[in-house]
């Protein structure tokens, strides 16, 4: 029998942005970093912060390297600057604004959406400018806790006629209706100016509860990301 000594990868590095540059905590045992720019590895420092340009819409990832080469995982993307090339729009002016009594939200208010309420949404977007953009949705969804139950939100994004992709608002909590996250992101290329996107109940859309599809809507967020 031949015993070695346990080894352990590096811990994923908490990474922060400010002033054009990414910062993140010292390890003990590590030698180097590896900087990633949209998944794509474009440098090796021994110093515990890298320069980023702020100039483009790009998502930064740590990786700690120890001295055996052991790699830890990839820090959290954190996306440099995205409210600049973001654009918000608030759906209570696309549609009534619920009545119900839940907070964190922003703007005037929020909506709901449900099997019988808001089935069909058309919202009125401006593209500034041709290219790929992010389009995901602020919610809230407290009908059940994250690791069960079965009344995940689920809705169908068009541009038109057109189908863009599936938008997924899982359940954040049990009661947990002032507690909003974003869905996830449809990556779609835009053409630059006046278009209707529509977020639609269909029967492709239904869950395995079948009964409860339900969810509170802050806004809708179009993030240019190429």
């Known amino acids: 029998m031949t015993q070695v000594a346990n080894r352990f990868s590096p811990a994923a590095p908490e990474v922060s942005f400010a002033n054009n540059r990414l910062t993140w905590n010292k390890q003990e045992g590590v030698r180097s970093y590896r900087i990633l720019r949209n998944g794509q590895a474009i440098a090796t420092t021994t110093a515990l912060e890298s320069p980023a ?31 600049k ?9 696309v549609a009534p604004k619920a009545t119900l009594p839940y907070k964190g939200f922003s703007g005037q208010g929020f909506i709901e959406v449900s099997k019988t309420k808001n ?7 401006t593209v500034p400018a041709a290219g790929l953009y992010a389009v995901d949705f602020r919610y809230a969804n407290g009908n059940g806790p ?11 994004l068009r541009n038109g006629q057109q189908q863009l992709g599936t938008i997924v608002m899982p359940q954040r909590g049990v009661a947990e209706w002032s507690n909003w996250g974003f869905s996830n992101s449809v990556l779609v290329r835009l053409e630059n100016g006046p278009q209707t996107l ?12 079948g009964a409860v599809n339900q969810a509170m809507l802050d806004y809708v ?3 240019r990301v190429q």
């Not at 973001?86 to 209570?92: C, F, R, V």
């Not at 994250?146 to 169908?156: G, M, Q, S, W, Y």
């Not at 529509?198 to 509860?209: D, G, Q, R, V, Y």
């Open 53 to 83: 340009d702020a100039t483009a819409y790009a998502e930064y990832q740590v990786i700690a390297v120890d001295a055996a080469g052991l790699e830890s995982f990839a820090s959290e993307p954190l996306a440099v600057n995205s409210e």
């Open 85 to 93: 090339f973001s654009q918000l729009y608030q759906l209570e002016a």
């Open 119 to 125: 089935k069909t949404l058309p919202i009125r977007v």
């Open 146 to 156: 994250i690791n069960t139950e079965n009344k995940c939100a689920i809705r169908t």
């Open 198 to 209: 529509t977020l639609a109940f269909e029967p492709a859309n239904e869950n395995m509860n």
């Open 221 to 223: 967020r179009l993030t």
